[in-house]
């Protein structure tokens, strides 16, 4: 599910138009703003009575970030049109389930990015 969400997302022209750094985990240090982080929350795989039916539930957050708010909100606001209600492949269906906004924690004001956090359920076949 990972790389696939990953290339759906750069391979989308308004994400792409805005960032090329979408990435799993962390951002690398030294790289520019704006950027997508992807961390899964939750995993869970569906069952029925003869056992796994190929199913996950899948928790995702999504930060972004950027130098301004108006910037993060941006890529937000692109990721959030291709992912909302998204169908398609191996994923059966992923949906908006809650959205934050916030700024970074660190010793100098100036270099805290502004973060716009999205959580999305995903639903993918293996």
């Known amino acids: 599910m990972e790389e696939q969400l990953r290339a759906l997302l750069e391979a989308n022209p308004a994400v792409a138009a805005i960032t090329p750094h979408i990435n799993w985990g962390a951002h690398p240090k030294g790289q520019p703003w704006p950027a997508a982080v992807l961390t899964v929350i939750s995993d869970t795989q569906g069952y029925t009575l003869d056992g796994p039916d190929g199913l996950s539930a899948i928790r995702v957050q999504i930060d972004c970030y950027a130098a301004t708010y108006d910037a993060a909100k ?53």
């Open 74 to 126: 941006d890529l937000s606001r692109a990721i959030r049109a291709k992912l909302s209600g998204y169908s398609g492949g191996q994923f059966q269906g992923v949906f908006l389930a809650g959205l934050r906004d916030g700024r970074e924690g660190g010793t100098n004001e100036a270099d805290r990015p502004f973060r716009v956090s999205m959580d999305f359920m995903v639903h993918f076949t293996h």
